[in-house]
Antibody, heavy 122, light 107 residues
Framework: QVHLVESGGGVVQPGRSLRLSCAAS????????MHWVRQAPDKGLEWVTA????????LYTDSVMGRFTISSDIPSNTLSLQMNSLRPEDTGLYYCAREGHSSGRAPAFDQWGRGTLVTVSS | DIQMTQSPSTLSAFIGDRVTITCRASQSINNWVAWYQQKPGRAPNLLIL???SLQTGVPSRFSGSASGTEFTLTISSLQPDDFATYYC?????????FGQGTQVEVK
């Protein structure tokens, strides 16, 4: 059975850093494209970043470019998100998701974790 | 980015009601729409792909349809397990975007 479990969230001051992890089980991330999607309080879902474990390509939404870095550790089957220079607008629930389907341009997600909460506040 | 305008934001219904949720895309997206169900504290669950393709294991009371840039999720007879928040998502453009969600509540 496929599971994704996020961890690493917490309360952090603006300008500081945080590292999120996503432990995958029931499949190997080495043959997947993995994503982070976030949800600000009382707002909709927002795609943040993706990594293809097949060819190494990474993508980021404009607002996190240069501040966030997505990475993976194949032996531990874990996805990570290093978040630097955090801003209050980065506050939200961060989900790890597996790309299960694609139009050839963009993904739909067939597996999600329950999320980890990041709060950026002074 | 393509905008997905989802309505209503909240829907109150009785068990057994027919429920319809709508998403309108800001441009043509070639029916590349997914629908998800999310219950409090749980991971989102994929219900439908390509506007109308029901995923394995999803009850047949759920269905999706499309007309131009308008997409509809229908629950033919609302069951207790269906009270949740539903999201649409377009995956036509290089940046996937989501609707704001519809919370289906008990009336």
């Amino acid at each position: 059975q496929v599971h994704l479990v996020e961890s690493g969230g917490g309360v952090v001051q603006p300008g500081r850093s945080l590292r999120l992890s996503c432990a995958a089980s029931g499949f190997s991330i080495s043959t997947s494209i993995m994503h982070w999607v976030r949800q600000a309080p009382d707002k909709g879902l927002e795609w943040v970043t993706a990594v293809s474990l097949i060819n190494g390509v990474t993508l980021y939404t404009d607002s996190v470019m240069g501040r966030f870095t997505i990475s993976s550790d194949i032996p531990s089957n874990t996805l990570s998100l290093q978040m630097n220079s955090l801003r209050p607008e980065d506050t939200g629930l961060y989900y790890c998701a597996r790309e299960g389907h694609s139009s050839g341009r963009a993904p739909a997600f067939d597996q999600w974790g329950r999320g980890t909460l990041v709060t950026v506040s002074s | 980015d393509i905008q997905m305008t989802q309505s209503p934001s909240t829907l109150s219904a009785f068990i057994g009601d027919r429920v319809t949720i709508t998403c309108r895309a800001s441009q043509s997206i070639n029916n590349w729409v997914a629908w998800y169900q999310q219950k409090p504290g749980r991971a989102p669950n994929l219900l439908i792909l390509k506007a109308s393709s029901l995923q394995t294991g999803v009850p047949s009371r759920f269905s999706g349809s499309a007309s131009g840039t308008e997409f509809t999720l229908t629950i033919s007879s609302l069951q207790p397990d269906d009270f949740a928040t539903y999201y649409c998502q377009q995956y036509d453009s290089y940046t996937p975007t989501f609707g704001q969600g519809t919370q289906v509540e008990v009336k």
